[in-house]
Nanobody
Framework: VQLQASGGGLVQAGGSLRLSCVAS????????MGWYRQPPGKQRELIAH?????KISYADDVKGRFTISRENTNVYLQMTSLRPEDTAVYYC??????????WGQGTQVTVSS
């Protein structure tokens, strides 16, 4: 499985961005999908997840501002009310039915104050 993420960029605080992630290859093996981010100098963290049965969860600091959606094995992240602390490399993630992890290449999101 390959995951291709896109949609990052530079935006002012309060602005919006939409990230996209398209899966290819053995996509029928994919179960859950989500988005992680890694701020500068910090660890990668899970911010949004959608399970195989479409249950959705968010990290507390993005709840109400970010919306994850999924169409088959493509996953999207609509980000609104962006803050400088949202600056990070954002990674698309997928997990197979037998718990194998797949990662996209990362897309940079920079929010200026």
């Amino acid at each position: 499985v390959q995951l291709q993420a896109s949609g990052g960029g530079l935006v002012q605080a309060g602005g919006s961005l939409r990230l996209s992630c398209v899966a290819s290859g053995s996509t029928m093996s994919i179960s859950g999908m989500g988005w992680y981010r890694q701020p500068p100098g910090k660890q990668r963290e899970l911010i949004a997840h959608v399970s195989r049965d479409r249950k959705i969860s968010y990290a507390d600091d993005v709840k109400g501002r970010f919306t994850i959606s999924r169409e088959n094995t493509n996953v999207y992240l609509q980000m609104t009310s962006l803050r400088p602390e949202d600056t990070a490399v954002y990674y698309c993630h997928g997990v197979s039915h037998w718990r194998e992890d797949f990662w996209g290449q990362g897309t940079q999101v920079t929010v200026s104050s």
